[in-house]
T-cell receptor
């Protein structure tokens, strides 16, 4: 069965500090993995995707994520947080592309 | 590429009434998904279409819910005999290739009074 766990429903970082949002998944086969961002009162926007071409994936707005099969993790990072990064972030997994499972989300607050 | 659109954006209905939502995917996308999102939760998968065929349906989905995608273009989601627990944001997403991710619409916020 597929599932996603996002550790930490709320994360606060100072502006300019490293952002680390955690995502662990369960899947019986190498999955499709994604991170989405949802800004207040806006729809979900694709941040980045993993599709087995490379373990380190770069996305928009300076975010990247690393796929670690041994740890079943797909953590999202950004070297230096910006105020505009404040949003809700969701990790998602799919084995076949027919059903997608989302985590419960991590709300990122950036402190000036 | 005009993006995924959903109509209406907001719907308030009384318990027991039927409601129908519409989703227009990105024109060349053959895959279409419906999700439900409640406050503080991630999107919950409801159903999936590939072209006009409904290939997946969540086991959690009540039989009061039905979805169609005639001709493989737009899709409708109907909820019959609405209950207060149906209050949520209903999201539609489309894609051409699952590996490239899904594109979400703005959602329809349903409030059942």
């Amino acid at each position: 069965a597929q599932s996603v766990t996002q550790l930490g429903s709320h994360v606060s970082v100072s502006e300019g500090a490293l952002v680390l949002l955690r995502c662990n998944y369960s899947s019986s086969v190498p999955p499709y993995l994604f991170w989405y961002v949802q800004y207040p009162n806006q729809g979900l926007q694709l941040l980045l995707k993993y599709t087995s071409a490379a373990t380190l994936v770069k996305g928009i707005n300076g975010f990247e994520a690393e796929f670690k099969k041994s740890e079943t993790s797909f953590h999202l990072t950004k070297p230096s947080a910006h105020m505009s990064d404040a949003a809700e972030y969701f990790c998602a997994v799919s084995e076949k592309g027919n059903q997608f499972y989302f985590g419960t989300g991590t709300s990122l607050t950036v402190i000036p | 590429d005009t993006g995924v659109s959903q109509d209406p954006r907001h719907k308030i209905t009384k318990r027991g009434q039927n409601v129908t939502f519409r989703c227009d995917p990105i024109s060349e996308h053959n895959r279409l998904y419906w999700y439900r999102q409640t406050l503080g939760q991630g999107p919950e998968f409801l159903t999936y279409f590939q072209n006009e065929a409904q290939l997946e349906k969540s086991r959690l989905l009540s039989d009061r819910f039905s979805a169609e995608r005639p001709k493989g273009s737009f899709s409708t989601l109907e909820i019959q005999r609405t209950e207060q627990g149906d209050s949520a944001m209903y999201l539609c997403a489309s894609s051409l290739d699952p590996g490239k991710g899904q594109y979400f619409g703005p959602g329809t916020r349903l409030t059942v009074t």
